[in-house]
């Protein structure tokens, strides 16, 4: 049984930084995708980074280019996501996401088949 853990969400200020931290756990495969997505009351989930787990290549949405990073750490089978000058409009339950198999590093939501149980970020002005 897949299991992922979000952790590191929080109350901060706009442009302070923070690091959200996935742990996978059940026998994920190392060949998979694993990403970040964030919803906001009222508003669908949406894609925010993604990462293919065998080689690190990443894809990042235009909202969080350049402010977010997205990386790995295989030895923990643990994801990150390193989130520099925050604003008001990063405010979202985060959750990370594993899609099981496969190459293609997609934005859909519904191509992941496992999802953690989501973190808050609150981010003032």
């Known amino acids: 049984q897949v299991q992922l853990v979000e952790s590191g969400g929080g109350l901060v200020q706009a442009g302070d930084s923070l690091r959200l931290s996935c742990a996978a756990s059940?026998?994920?495969?190392?060949?998979?995708?694993r990403g970040w997505f964030r919803q906001s009351p009222g508003k669908e989930r949406e894609f925010v980074a993604a990462?293919?787990?065998?080689?690190?290549?990443?894809v990042y949405a235009d909202s969080v280019k350049g402010r977010f990073t997205i990386s790995r750490d295989n030895s923990k089978s643990t994801m990150y996501l390193q989130m520099n000058s925050v604003k008001p409009e990063d405010t979202a339950v985060y959750y990370c996401?594993?899609?099981?198999?496969?190459?293609?590093?997609?934005?859909?939501?519904?191509?992941?088949?496992?999802w953690g149980q989501g973190t808050q970020v609150t981010v003032s002005s």
């Open positions: 059940g026998g994920i495969f190392s060949a998979s995708i």
């Open positions: 990462i293919r787990w065998s080689d690190s290549t990443t």
């Open positions: 996401a594993a899609k099981r198999s496969g190459w293609y590093i997609s934005r859909d939501n519904s191509q992941y088949e496992y």
